[in-house]
């Protein structure tokens, strides 16, 4: 079982920022699989929220997060950062780390192969 272990969740305040990191723990695993982070919030479905490709070259987001949100990987740390700037109330969930075949698969079929143990955020109003 490939551990995906996440940090940076966290309170913030409307408008601010917050910076999520997930860890592999091994690093063949990370160089093979397509990185992600999806949210889930109480009563809610799980959302895609990024992806990004397995050499970095290519990045997706949902709509709702474009131009505030930005996910990046390091090869060298085995890690993915998803860094979210003006961050919204109903924005407040549990962020999880994910590894899939694609980021097209992870962003539109919500299809992952494995997935950390979740972060939460909650931005307050």
Do not use: H
Not at 71 to 100: F, H, W
């Amino acid at each position: 079982q490939v551990q995906l272990v996440e940090s940076g969740g966290g309170l913030v305040q409307a408008g601010g920022s917050l910076r999520l990191s997930c860890a592999a723990a091994s690093g063949r695993f990370f160089s093979n699989y397509a990185m992600g982070w999806f949210r889930q919030a109480p009563g809610k479905e799980r959302e895609f929220v990024a992806a990004i490709s397995r050499s970095g070259g290519s990045t997706y987001y949902a709509d709702s997060v474009k131009g505030r949100f930005t996910i990046s990987r390091d090869g060298t740390k085995n890690t993915v950062v998803l860094q979210m700037n003006s961050l919204k109330p109903e924005e407040s969930a549990v962020y999880y780390c994910v590894a899939g075949a694609s980021p097209s698969e992870l962003a539109s079929q919500l299809r992952y192969d494995f997935r950390g143990q979740g972060s939460q955020v909650t931005v307050s109003s």
